[in-house]
Each structure stands twice: as C-alpha cells, then as structure tokens.
C-alpha cells in the first residue's frame, strides 16, 4: 500500500509560531493528499494534553481526529543535541534531531528521561546540552531502550544546523553521534538539498532519505510542500517505521534546492552590518569573511556539499544509489504565479486551487499525473493557470536568485 507522509513539524508552542489547531491540520492534509503527518513537539506537556484529548488511536500508533477520518497522525517531534566536540573544548556543534514516538507511553517515558538529563521541557523543541559525542550516543541509546520503536534522524542535514551544516562543521556523522551513527539508517534532505546533492558525500549514500516539510502552520504552501511517498507492509506505525529504515521509501518530492533558505552562501540585506546591502556568493573561492561586514559568512549548502565531497571522497568510495525524486512548488504558489499575484491566500487563488483538487482528487494526486491527463482535467482554469501548472510538472522554473542566509529563493516559471 502506497502512503504519502509528512512527518516533520511544529506546533503553536515553538517559538515564532502562531496557533495551529489540529482541525486546520486535518482538513490542509485532506486537500494535500496527504495520509500520516507528524504531530510537532508531542513532549511539550500542554501540546501532549490536547493531542491526547483530541486524537484517538485508530491503527498501531496511529491517531485520528474525529470528523476526518482519512487523516492519520503520527507523534513526532524535534529535539537539538549539542555537545562539545572535543575534550575541553569550547567548541560545540548543535544538530537537530526528528523522534517519532509508536505511542504515548513512549512520550511520557521520554519526557521522563529529559527530566534527568536536567532537560526543561518549556518550548515545542527542547534543547539537550550534552558533553561529548560519547554522552550523545548514550542519550540517544537509553531513549531507544526505555521507548522501544522510537525512531530518531538528523533533521535538514544541510542546513547550518543540521548534521552536516556549516555552524562548527563536522565531517563525518560519527564525530558527533559517536557509536550511536552506526544505528543511523535515514536522514531529512531539507528545504535546501535535495537526494542528488546529498549523494554527491559518499557517506549519505549508505542512508535512506525521508523528505518533510518542517512546517510551522497548517497553510495549504506549508503542510506537504516537502513529502515522502511509503510502501508500507501494514498501514500502521510499524509499518511505517519499517518502510522508513529498510525498502520502502518509492519516491521524495523536493524543494528545488535552489529555493532554500540556505543553499547559497552570503549574508541578506537587513542583518547587522547590511542594512541595505547584501552579499551573495555566486560562484568561485569562499571569503575568508564577508566584504560588507567583515564578519563569517553563512556558508551554503551548495558550497557546504562540495567541501564534504571532497573531505570524504578518498575516504569512502561508494557507488549512488537509485532514488526516485521529484522537484516541485506548492500549488497555491503556482497559481498565484501564473495570475501574477503574490499572495498566495486570495480568493480567486483559493477558488483554483480548489477546482483543481476537485479535478486531480489533491494536490499529491496532480503532481503524479502525466502532462497530457493534467491539461485535460484542468481545461476550466486560466490558460495562463494552466501553462504554470505544467510548467512546474514538467521541471521548467528556477529560482533566482537562490535562497540564502534564511531567505527564500525567487520563484522563476519558464516558458512551456
């Protein structure tokens, strides 16, 4: 059985985010097509509360919302390691992780075991101050073994702070998770990678890749704007956990990395020292530091990719796997493109965005359809719609400029 999951995001208790209710979820997902999201920051105590009176276990370890049967959740969280990676050293890397949790037992277990490792558990991502690569494969240890089916994996790996991010650079996965990165199987590509790139570090190509959206609203340009299509053996937590670690990933549908915060190394207009100027590297030798402020730049993605490439390249030497991806942009975003409007929540948007969902059955649906059947089904929306649509399905749209130092690429649709 094909599934589509979304397993990474974050409730209205992270920091910067507003009110989310599971309602808005539920009927985003309806639209989206998508089966299992991941709840968001299942430990903090009051966000527990609610998905515990909310949400009813209909499968093993998945949980429904009443009203929208076809909507299955599953609980997840983010947590951020850091430890220092050297003995005395004040140098220290910080790494986020995704947990998904087969039941709640396993969250309270969890939330338990924070508390000894003097964990406050007052924000939607909880913060694990750690001392050595060897206390991190420990926590990480102990967490599997008193919540048995507890599945963890570095989250937007790419990004400064993810496993292989440019803040306090590591190499390889073991100089941070110690012993623990021998039991690591899967990975998040994030906004600003995509399996391609990833597979360019030859230590990835022994992991599976999971794409999710890390969403912090229930807006129709956010759940699902990265996803993962599962083969699973049973429609359950189980399956899904197996699916993830072993065969069944059939397919990622990915950000064009050139779309991400981060895949571009500069410095954005607006920060200390750019207050109308920015920096942005299109090509060539990295800057010691920056030319407009003088101080460390934030190092890309695309850059960051070639520098582990190279590291690791005499290292490992594996051939690529297979992947099956696929790059794309939310539909809401491309129809505002193709009416020339920037908002993406207007009326006459919404109003095409939903005849489309009714045409396609959703917007998972749309995206994995030929060309030919999509100009078919769609031939009641603005010509100028529809060219966009195919556009993006057929890959002809760029974004320039890139993303970079936390702002988001230039969406640019090409002729069809």
């Known amino acids: 059985m094909k599934i589509a999951v979304d397993l990474h995001s974050h409730s209205g208790y992270s920091g910067g985010v507003g009110k989310i209710r599971l309602s808005d979820i539920a009927e985003t997902m309806r639209l989206k097509g998508i089966n299992v999201f991941g709840t968001g920051d299942c430990l903090h105590p009051a966000w527990n509360a609610k998905l515990k009176e909310k949400l009813k276990e209909t499968d093993n370890g998945i949980y429904r919302l009443s009203g929208f049967p076809g909507a299955g959740f599953i609980l997840q969280n983010e947590m951020v390691l850091t430890a220092a990676l050297f003995p005395s050293s004040k140098t220290r890397k910080s790494v986020h992780m995704v947990f998904l949790y087969p039941n709640f037992h396993a969250t309270e277990i969890v939330s338990q075991l924070l508390e000894k490792y003097g964990v406050k558990n007052t924000i939607g991502r909880p913060f694990v101050k750690l001392e050595s690569p060897s206390a991190v494969s420990e926590f990480l240890q102990n967490i599997m073994e008193a919540a048995p089916g507890t599945l963890a994996f570095p989250a937007h790996a790419m990004t400064p702070d993810g496993i292989y991010g440019s803040h306090n650079p590591v190499t390889y996965l073991e100089e941070f998770f110690g012993d623990y990165a021998k039991q690591i199987r899967l990975i998040e590509t994030g906004l600003s990678a995509d399996p391609e790139m990833l597979d360019r570090i030859p230590e990835c190509r022994t992991l599976n890749f999971i794409s999710n959206s890390d969403c912090h609203s229930a807006a129709l340009n956010r759940i699902g704007r990265e996803f993962t299509v599962l083969n699973v053996d049973t429609p359950d937590y189980s399956g899904i956990r197996k699916a993830l670690t072993e065969t069944g990933i059939t397919a990622t549908f990915e950000f064009n990395p050139r779309e991400g915060k981060f895949f571009a190394t500069g410095h954005r207009k607006g920060k200390e020292g750019h207050s109308q100027k920015s920096f942005r590297l299109e090509k060539g030798e990295i800057p010691s530091r920056c030319p407009v402020c003088g101080k460390a730049l934030t190092i890309g993605v695309a850059d960051r990719v070639n520098q582990l490439a190279e590291s690791q390249k005499k290292q490992i030497a594996l051939k690529s796997p297979h992947r099956n991806f696929y790059h794309l942009i939310p539909l809401v975003e491309v129809i505002a493109a193709g009416l020339g409007q920037k908002s993406v929540s207007g009326k006459k948007v919404l109003s095409l965005y939903r005849i489309c969902v009714q045409e396609c ?49 230039k969406l640019k649709i090409l002729q069809n």
């Open 361 to 409: 059955g959703n917007e998972v649906s749309l995206w994995q359809m030929k060309s030919p059947e999509l100009a078919e089904r769609l031939w009641k929306i603005p010509e100028s719609v529809l060219a966009a649509i195919l556009s993006v399905h057929e890959g002809k749209f760029t974004f320039d400029p890139p993303g970079y130092d936390g702002e988001y690429g």
